[in-house]
């Protein structure tokens, strides 16, 4: 199985700042996600971090807004830009493992952010 | 599309009574169905999985069959413990695809 590590964990962030969310997948993995969970609502896919090169964004998602890197194949970050509090949700880091495991999804703890 | 729809909670439950979450889907193709537990301060965890129709997912006493006639894939266990207390997720992926779609959650309360 894969262990995902995301940091922070929690945050209070104020109206117009960014903050950077960073995950670390402890091997190497075919498929890193962003999803975020706005409260008592379901978990979205925001978009597919690819490594080296561009992220897939889902419809409703832009890069200017959440942009996202994937330098190699174990670490993601993914940033929410000029925030609002319409932006106060949890943001699970995802991957995809290998056959090994399946192809089973593994998710991060999440990072719980409220802006203010 | 695709879409999940869950029982909503919260969900309150004695120890050792019989736990039912309901959850139906709709989708294009032949999904897999998949439960996600959440205990409280962590992340999300694969409980169990079903990849074909009449398939029963099973895992530490809790079980799923996915039935395409009803479009179903409830949770079933039959002696909940406090230690169950969780949020659970239902979630399908279609086939050749990467992503998940998630059901809204249902919170479950197991009390002594």
């Known amino acids: 199985s894969a262990v995902i590590s995301q940091k922070p964990s929690r945050d209070i962030c104020q109206r117009g700042t960014s903050l950077t969310i960073q995950c670390q997948v402890d091997?190497?993995?075919?498929?890193m996600f962003w999803y975020r969970q706005q409260p008592g609502q379901s978990l979205t896919l925001i978009a597919t971090a690819n490594q080296g090169s561009e992220a897939t964004y889902e419809s409703g998602f832009v890069i200017d807004k959440f942009p996202i890197s994937r330098p190699n194949l174990t670490f993601s970050t993914l940033t929410v830009s000029n925030m609002s509090p319409e932006d106060s949700s949890i943001y699970l880091c995802?991957?995809?493992?290998?056959?090994?495991?399946?192809?089973?999804?593994?998710f991060g703890e999440g990072s719980w952010l409220t802006v203010v | 599309g695709n879409s999940v729809t869950q029982m909503e909670g919260p969900v309150t439950l004695s120890e050792e009574a019989f736990l039912t979450i309901n959850c139906t889907y709709t989708a294009t193709g032949y999904p897999s169905l998949f439960w996600y537990v959440q205990y409280p301060g962590e992340g999300l965890q694969l409980l169990l999985k079903a990849t074909k129709a009449d398939d029963k997912g099973s895992n530490k006493g809790f079980e799923a069959t996915y039935r395409k006639e009803t479009t179903s894939f409830h949770l079933e266990k039959g002696s909940v413990q406090v230690s169950d207390s969780a949020v659970y997720f239902c979630?399908?992926?279609?086939?050749?695809?990467?992503?998940?779609?998630f059901g809204t959650g249902t919170r479950l309360t197991v009390i002594p």
């Open positions: 091997s190497q993995v075919t498929m």
């Open positions: 979630a399908l992926s279609e086939t050749g695809a990467n992503n998940l779609f």
């Open positions: 995802s991957a995809r493992g290998g056959t090994n495991s399946g192809n089973t999804i593994y």
